[in-house]
């Protein structure tokens, strides 16, 4: 699993598939292959985080970690006006995020970006499914960077399971920003609201 987090992983055999994802009345057609995260469909947790930030406007959005694209794209689908940046580390996952944006009929940016080394902007929202498997300094350091990358009374809105280490995430979390929140619980996963 640890090809989901590294630039070195277009060396895997290809094998383009294409998932359907429902989300409100909303459909949407994603081309996903080997070697990025939840090719079969979108996992859970992802669904849940993205259908709790569809509420939330923004007239900038970041979707770190971005993976074949399906929450930037559905955000934007939905939100036409905000400017919509997906980044991530994972060279196939960011090809796929460009199909996906002209299959989806999206404009969108993707970049490729080691967590927010290569961003230098700020945004009124950042949604992650942050790469748990990658350790816990890693996510830890997305989260305090995200602060930085926010214009103020910005949201961060992240999801994660209690089994890894959500009561933990959200007690790191409360030392960074002004306000936290779970915003949801479901199947032992939380979205977790921080403001600056």
Not at 21 to 36: A, E, N, Q, Y
Not at 51 to 56: A, F, H, K, S, Y
Not at 122 to 138: C, H, M, Q, Y
Not at 171 to 184: A, D, L, P, R
Request: aromatic share 12%; net charge positive; glycine share 6%.
């Amino acid at each position: 699993m640890s090809h989901y987090f590294s630039k070195e992983n277009d060396s895997l055999k290809s094998n383009e598939k294409t998932i359907l994802v429902k989300i409100f009345d909303k459909s949407f057609s994603f081309l996903t292959d080997h070697g990025v995260f939840s090719k079969m469909g979108l996992d859970f947790g992802s669904r849940l985080l993205i259908e709790n930030v569809l509420d939330i406007p923004s007239n900038s959005f970041l979707d770190l970690g971005s993976g074949y694209g399906p929450l930037g794209i559905i955000y934007k689908s939905f939100h036409q006006e905000s400017l919509v940046l997906m980044a991530d580390v994972n060279d196939r996952a960011i090809k796929l995020s460009q199909k996906n944006a002209i299959i989806n009929k999206v404009e969108i940016e993707v970049i490729y970006s080691d967590g927010f080394n290569e961003i230098e902007q700020s945004f009124d929202l950042i949604i992650t499914n942050p790469p748990i498997r990658a350790g816990k300094e890693v996510v830890y350091r997305i989260f305090s960077d995200a602060y930085h990358h926010l214009h103020a009374g910005g949201r961060f809105v992240f999801v994660i399971n209690k089994k890894q280490g959500a009561p933990s995430a959200i007690k790191k979390c409360e030392t960074i920003y002004s306000n936290v929140e779970i915003i949801n619980k479901k199947s032992g996963y939380y979205v977790i609201k921080c403001i600056k």
